[in-house]
């Protein structure tokens, strides 16, 4: 069974300071981790993957993720957040089910405000 | 790569009527999803195709809910009857397959008003 927890449902920041969203996961396999964005009105867009290989993954628009096995973590950062940051971020964990078909599961979301 | 496209992105009816949502995933992805967002209960799956095959529906509220796959370019979300409840963001994803696992693409979602 796999389940995914964001400790936030909103994270508030300046411009210009740095972002922290959490993630903690539970899987009973070796898991593959997401971070997906979604801004107004739009799908959900991949920010980066974690897929066994590093375990520190750089993704889009200067985020970036670590995967941590002993704490069961997979925390998004950035180190200086822009205004255009400001949306909802959803960490996604995901097992191979029978037949080897990945079905994700996805956190509730943590909204980012980012103030001027 | 025109990436997943819904059509139509809003689609406003009153109760009682069928509504159809439509979703053309990315060439050479063989599963689909089909997913509800709202506010209160968040991004729920509501059913996933592996190679055109339904695999797992459990998440359909009800059978007022169905959904098709025709090929692997096509699949359709229906509602018969409408009722207000069912208002919300429908999102279409499709994935590819390969040995490591890999990431959704997402729609641009059909934003549905049942009144």
């Known amino acids: 069974a796999q389940s995914v927890t964001q400790l936030d449902s909103h994270v508030s920041v300046s411009e210009g300071t740095p972002v922290l969203l959490r993630c903690n996961y539970s899987s009973s396999y070796s898991p593959s981790l997401f971070w997906y964005v979604q801004h107004p009105n739009k799908g959900l867009q991949l920010l980066l993957k974690y897929t066994s290989a590093a375990t520190l993954v750089k993704g889009i628009n200067g985020f970036e993720a670590e995967f941590k096995k002993s704490e069961t973590s997979f925390h998004l950062t950035k180190p200086s957040a822009h205004m255009s940051d400001a949306a909802e971020y959803f960490c996604?964990?995901?097992?191979?089910?029978?037949?080897?078909?990945?079905?994700?599961?996805f956190g509730r979301g943590t909204s980012l405000i980012v103030h001027p | 790569d025109a990436g997943v496209i819904q059509s139509p992105r809003h689609e406003v009816t009153e109760m009682g009527q069928e509504v159809t949502l439509r979703c053309k995933p990315i060439s050479g992805h063989n599963s689909l999803f089909w997913y509800r967002q709202t506010m209160m209960r968040g991004l729920e799956l509501l059913i996933y195709?592996?190679?055109?095959?339904?695999?797992?529906d459990s998440g359909m509220p009800e059978d007022r809910f169905s959904a098709k796959m025709p090929n692997a370019s096509f699949s359709t979300l229906k509602i018969q009857p409408s009722e207000p409840r069912d208002s919300a963001v429908y999102f279409c994803a499709s994935q590819g397959q390969g040995v490591s696992n890999q990431p959704q693409h997402f729609g641009d979602g059909t934003r549905l008003s049942i009144l």
């Open positions: 996604v964990v995901s097992d191979p089910s029978t037949g080897g078909s990945y079905i994700p599961t």
């Open positions: 195709f592996n190679n055109n095959v339904p695999i797992d």
